[in-house]
């Protein structure tokens, strides 16, 4: 049996990415065409840097004309997504599709579910006069306490106010919330079973693993090809597959509130390149004290960061199943 490599700071660089992108688009190729026996694929892309080198992987698996990009803006979105998705697209000769998915979430009462619990919280909200977002402290998962949101209001002039979100109505704002992520899914299989295509995910192994997606959401897909690589891998199949630097250099966020919001601060709570190796430290059973050294953090800290790990693992393995089906 091989040993375990010391843990370091270099551990999740891939030392060969030409031969990561050949194996992850040769098994795309393999699953779409002869697994699915599907024709092309269809990709959300939104800007972001998992769906680009998305995109990117699928082009190299079954070449630009059997590949569609599929951008879903609504009117909560950032302008710059849909203009770096467009870029995407161009620099893949993909053919694309825009489809503003602003009136369907009106028709399923969204924006007004989610700002009836939005006004409880801030009775001034009213979202022509502010901006809103919801999201965690940072330094909790290092403290090892519970994650606690707080939901924040923005008004014109850029002042800020924020208050601890109660349970009911961060649930309800999630909820509404989430009918973002499952309009898109519809609209993706609108265009995938239009063009007997399959649908292509881009979670990347956090995403999936800590559960940041959204059940029958972005969570809904055929394959993930990008599933089992940690963020900065993916930064690393970036640069490789050549995204366009623009990409590369956004911050990521999630670009579902109107107020912007980084990933880091409305779910992960730690920086990426320090998540991505805490992350494998602790699902390689690491020792804290050598993980400690590494990262410069006390022993105290990288047990409480493991801690919460486990209790988000735990708390999202309700989105990793599949129905229960009763025989």
């Given at each position: 049996?091989?040993?375990k ?43 972001g ?27 909560d ?39 009836d ?5 801030f ?6 006069d ?17 994650p ?5 209001i ?12 109660p ?25 995938a ?5 399959t649908?292509?995910?881009?979670p ?99 047990a409480?960061?493991?801690a919460?790990?486990?209790r988000?693992s ?14």
């Amino acid at each position: 049996m091989l040993s375990k490599p010391s843990f370091s700071k270099d551990i999740l660089k891939i030392k060969d990415t030409e031969a990561v992108v050949n194996s992850i688009s040769n098994k795309l190729r393999e699953d779409i065409i002869h697994v699915l026996k599907r024709k092309g694929c269809v990709v959300g892309i939104s800007g972001g840097i998992d769906s680009s080198v998305t995109l990117a992987l699928a082009v190299r698996a079954m070449g630009s004309s059997r590949v569609k990009g599929i951008m879903l803006p609504e009117k909560d979105s950032s302008p710059e997504s849909l203009k770096l998705a467009k870029l995407l697209a161009d620099k893949f000769d993909v053919q694309y599709e825009v489809e503003d998915i602003s009136r369907a979430l009106e028709g399923l009462n969204c924006y007004n579910r989610r700002d009836d619990a939005v006004k409880r919280i801030f009775p001034e909200y009213n979202p022509k006069d502010f901006k809103f977002k919801i999201e965690l402290k940072s330094n909790d998962v290092i403290k090892n306490l519970p994650p606690v949101f707080y939901a924040t209001i923005v008004d014109v002039n850029g002042l800020e106010k924020s208050k601890r979100l109660p349970t009911g109505e961060y649930l309800q704002i999630m909820a509404a919330s989430n009918f973002k992520q499952r309009s898109r899914m519809s609209m993706l299989y609108y265009y995938a079973e239009k063009n007997h295509y399959t649908v292509i995910g881009t979670p990347n192994k956090h995403e999936v693993k800590q559960g940041f997606f959204v059940k029958y959401g972005d969570g809904g897909a055929d394959i993930m090809p990008i599933g089992h690589l940690y963020k900065t891998q993916v930064y690393q199949l970036a640069t490789y597959l050549e995204v366009p630097e623009e990409i590369i250099n956004r911050t990521p966020t999630t670009d579902t509130y109107s107020a912007e919001q980084t990933q880091e601060d409305f779910f992960f709570q730690l920086p990426f390149e320090t998540l991505d190796l805490m992350w494998h430290a602790w699902e390689n059973k690491y020792p804290i004290n050598e993980v400690a050294s590494v990262m410069g953090y006390s022993t105290k800290e990288v047990a409480n960061i493991f801690a919460n790990f486990k209790r988000k693992s735990k708390t999202t393995e309700y989105l990793r199943l599949q129905p229960i089906v009763y025989v």
